[in-house]
Every structure is written in structure tokens, then in C-alpha cells.
């Protein structure tokens, strides 16, 4: 058995689920029941405040988000008329990117890489479940743990 | 003429009053790695709960109806040995992978038991997590140094998140 610190949260309202740690630890996405409608919530751990979202107040149900390194980036799965949808919100510029999910497959879970670089969705299709990766490199910048750079074949250096 | 001027700005109202509306919401066609997928997934094998770090992928994969936990270096296109983490008695259930790539947290039940545990690469360790007070683990993940959780625990019918840090 390890020993841990429980760090405190007002997280006791609501049924809540599908935790998101960022890569520095310091902010958690997480998924709350509002009135039956699965909402994405944003949380800072320094002082437990929830982080208004610009757009992803909507677009409900929410599910699955993934952050990347220091939060700028947050992935959900989102069902806005039916319409199965990843929407990446990029909280530093304000900007928010929808991508539909090409031909019939139903997405299920997905998975920001720290960097922003790439996505894994994790897919209902023909009765089995599938993951594909899919590139982001070109479409938004990465967002990087301060001190660190990139080598050329993507991995991270400290 | 004067239709024109008309047309002109009918349109141009058109256009601020759209941009407006979008508030910076970009519509764009994500294309999938398809030769980074054929190389990492077989098509017959069921693959879920993704979690990627810097160049690895974690998954649950199933094999001949038995879930395990597999890692695949995404640069070398290789499969990652985590010896003594897959256990013939043991189901894993949730997965997720520190950035470096050097630790897993993982739920997985065995005989009666939900355990939470967190899986050392480097020395191939498995250390046990107790939650308190006592609730069922469902989901986890790991932030990229690999000791702060957010887990997922079911209690008294209620799901709550809970975050832990690690000492050490």
C-alpha cells in the first residue's frame, strides 16, 4: 500500500465522472451530471476553482475529455443534435476546432496526446471497437511543457 | 447601381453578423494515420480505452476473449514488454499512461476485487493504491510525472472523482 496526500475538492454535488488530469498535474476535466445532461466541468487544483469554458458550454452530452500539457487544450466527445463530434478548445486563444467523425463509426472514448500533436479516438465499428490515431500537427500548435523542445522525430526533450 | 450597393452590403452585414455567430469555431476534417494505424492495430483484435504519452500508446486489447494492457512504442512501431502487469487471474478495466512513459495507473479486477494500482516500467513493480474511505475504482488517469491521480470511484451508488498525489 502507497501513502498518499487526498487533495480536498468540492467535488461531492453531483454524480461526476470521466477524470482528466493535464500532463502538469494542475488542472482536471471532468464530466458532471447537470440535470441529466452529461457537462463537461474545468477545474484548477491550486485553488479548486472551476475554469470557465468558452465553447464547450454547450453542445451537450458531453463525454471522455482529454487535456493536454499545461491545459490549453481540452477534447471532449460531444452529440450536439445527434451529430457525433470531437471539439478541441484551444483556452488560449479562444478559438475551438469541431471535427466530425469521418464515415459510420460511433466514437466512443479519445485521448489528447500531452503535446497536442495527435489524437487516439477509440471507435465503435462493424461490432468490434477500434483505436485510430489521427494527425493534429498541422491544425493547431502543440503545446509544450515549459523548458522543454522538440526533437525532429517528435519526441520530447527535457 | 443602386441594386448593387444593395447587394454589397446586404452581404456585408451577412458576413460580420456569421462571424459573429461562430465565435472563432473552426469546422475541420480530421484525416486518420492510416499507415501509422495498419502498422499499430491489427484489424481482427478489439482495441479501447486509449491513453497516449510523449510516443506511446497504452491500450486494452483483446485478445482470444481475454482483455490485457498493451504498449506500443509509436516511434519504433513496437510493441513495449511491461512484465508482470497482464495476470491470467486479473481483468484490467481502465488504463492510463505518465507522458514519459514510465508509469501506468490501472484499475483491474480480480477474484471480488476492484484494485487501483500504479505500474513502475523501469523495476516492472506493481503497487496497490487504498482508497479512503473504500469505494469501486472505475476510471483513472495519470497527470505526465505519473503521481497525481484522478480516479473515478463509485460510492454509496454515487459517482465521485477524487484526486490523489503520490508520495514519492
Known amino acids: 500500500m502507497r501513502k498518499v496526500d487526498r487533495i480536498q475538492g468540492q467535488f461531492q454535488i453531483l454524480n461526476q465522472h470521466d477524470p482528466a488530469l493535464s500532463g502538469n498535474g494542475e488542472t482536471l476535466a471532468l464530466i458532471v451530471d447537470y440535470n441529466g445532461r452529461p457537462t463537461l ?9 472551476i475554469i470557465p469554458l468558452r465553447h464547450l458550454s454547450r453542445n451537450q452530452p458531453h463525454s471522455s475529455p482529454s487535456l493536454s500539457w499545461n491545459g490549453r487544450y481540452i477534447a471532449v466527445l460531444a452529440q450536439p ?13 479562444g478559438r475551438s476546432y469541431q471535427f466530425p467523425i469521418p464515415g459510420e463509426r460511433i466514437p466512443v472514448r479519445l485521448s489528447l496526446s500531452p503535446d497536442a500533436s495527435q489524437l487516439a479516438l477509440q471507435i465503435a465499428e462493424k ?15 502543440r503545446d509544450m511543457p515549459r523548458g522543454a ?3 525532429n522525430n517528435s519526441s520530447l526533450e527535457d | 447601381m443602386k441594386l448593387n450597393y444593395y447587394l454589397k452590403k446586404y452581404f456585408s452585414y451577412y ?37 497516449l504519452g510523449n510516443k506511446w500508446i497504452v ?13 506500443i512504442d509509436m516511434n519504433s512501431r513496437k510493441r513495449v514488454p511491461l512484465p508482470g502487469l497482464n495476470r491470467a487471474d486479473s481483468q484490467p478495466i481502465s488504463v492510463s499512461l505518465s507522458a514519459n512513459g514510465e508509469r501506468l495507473a490501472l ?17 516492472g513493480t506493481l503497487q496497490r493504491i487504498e482508497l479512503i474511505p473504500k469505494g469501486i475504482p472505475r476510471r483513472v488517469s495519470l497527470d505526465s510525472s505519473g503521481k497525481v ?3 473515478q470511484v463509485s460510492r454509496e451508488g454515487k459517482w465521485d472523482v477524487e484526486v490523489i498525489r503520490l508520495k514519492g
Not at chain 1, 466541468?41 to 476553482?49: A, H, P, S, T
Not at chain 2, 491500450?59 to 504498449?71: A, C, F, P, R, T
Not at chain 2, 484499475?107 to 516500467?121: C, N, P
Request: with cysteine; glycine share 6%.
Open chain 1, 149 to 151: 523542445r522538440f526533437s
Open chain 2, 15 to 51: 458576413f460580420i453578423f456569421s462571424s459573429f455567430l461562430l465565435g472563432g469555431c473552426s469546422r475541420i476534417n480530421m484525416r486518420p494515420m492510416y499507415g501509422l494505424n495498419d502498422a499499430l492495430f491489427q484489424s481482427s483484435t478489439s482495441y479501447r480505452e486509449p491513453s
Open chain 2, 107 to 123: 484499475i483491474r479486477q480480480r477474484a471480488d476485487q476492484t484494485e487501483l494500482l500504479i505500474y513502475r516500467r523501469r523495476v
Open chain 1, 127 to 141: 461490432g468490434k471497437w477500434r483505436i485510430q490515431l489521427f494527425d493534429l500537427s498541422k491544425k493547431i500548435e
Open chain 1, 41 to 49: 466541468q474545468l477545474r484548477d487544483l491550486r485553488n479548486g476553482k
Open chain 2, 149 to 151: 491521480l484522478a480516479v
Open chain 2, 59 to 71: 491500450s486494452l486489447v483483446n485478445y482470444q476473449g481475454k482483455d490485457k494492457i498493451e504498449m
Open chain 1, 81 to 93: 443534435r445527434n451529430k457525433r463530434l470531437v471539439i478541441i478548445e484551444d483556452r488560449l486563444t
